[in-house]
């Protein structure tokens, strides 16, 4: 995909995003992997109301080639999931309250999902019996330290959907812009559904 076209395309994701209310206050970064590297949002601009100015671009060792503004101190975390694999080629970060709390609600390393049909809106999927498992990892404001913590995981247990932030959100990965819009509707429906059971069967 050529930059003019990643940023158009990322521009009316997150148009579609903020109407979803999953960035809110210039929350939340994009990206898109590219023939020349990689399209990146800058930071501090309102999600749903993006312009090309409002984009960075980078080459393929992560060093920035074009674009005004500040890049986001996340870029480097969304360099290392693209590195973790090949099939990568578009990240979408959110700030959603379902994602956000239920971070927080897990204590273990990974949300464990099962018995619901929309697993399998998500790449690999073909049954509702599957355990879903989204990692979760302590939000650091050291991206660096966070990133080689993400890798160091990918390499006993491969990511491939996306990764939630604790108290942060998350960062949803996938073959292509329409796949990761796919994953990233699947995983908040799937997010939504977790916390509400949980708060049913605790007043329950």
């Known amino acids: 995909m050529q930059s003019a076209q990643a940023k158009h395309a990322l521009i009316e994701t997150g148009r579609w995003l903020s109407e979803q209310g999953w960035v809110p206050a210039t929350g939340g970064n994009f990206s898109i992997r590219t023939e020349q590297g990689f399209v990146v949002t800058a930071s501090g601009h309102d999600k749903g109301t993006l312009q090309p100015e409002h984009f960075l671009e980078f080459d393929t060792e992560g060093a920035q080639t074009s674009g005004t503004g500040h890049p986001s101190a996340e870029t480097e975390l969304h360099l290392a999931l693209y590195a973790l694999s090949p099939r990568t080629h578009c990240i979408l ?6 994602a956000t709390v239920l971070s927080r609600l897990t204590a273990d390393h990974s949300l464990d999902i099962t018995g619901y049909e929309m697993q399998k809106a998500l790449h690999g999927y073909t049954s509702h019996l599957e355990t879903l498992a ?4 302590d ?20 990511i ?13 990965m996938g073959a292509d812009i329409t796949e990761t819009r796919r994953h990233i509707e699947a995983l ?13 069967e605790k007043n329950g």
Request: glycine share 8%; charged share 15%; aromatic share 8%.
């Open 93 to 98: 970060h959110t700030h959603s309250v379902a």
């Open 134 to 137: 989204i990692p979760v990892f």
């Open 139 to 158: 939000n650091d404001q050291d991206i660096p330290a966070l990133a080689g913590r993400v890798t160091e995981y990918h390499a006993h247990t491969p």
């Open 160 to 172: 491939q959907h996306g990764v939630l932030i604790r108290g942060h959100g998350l960062y949803a």
């Open 188 to 200: 908040e429906f799937l997010f939504n559904c977790e916390l509400t059971r949980r708060q049913l």
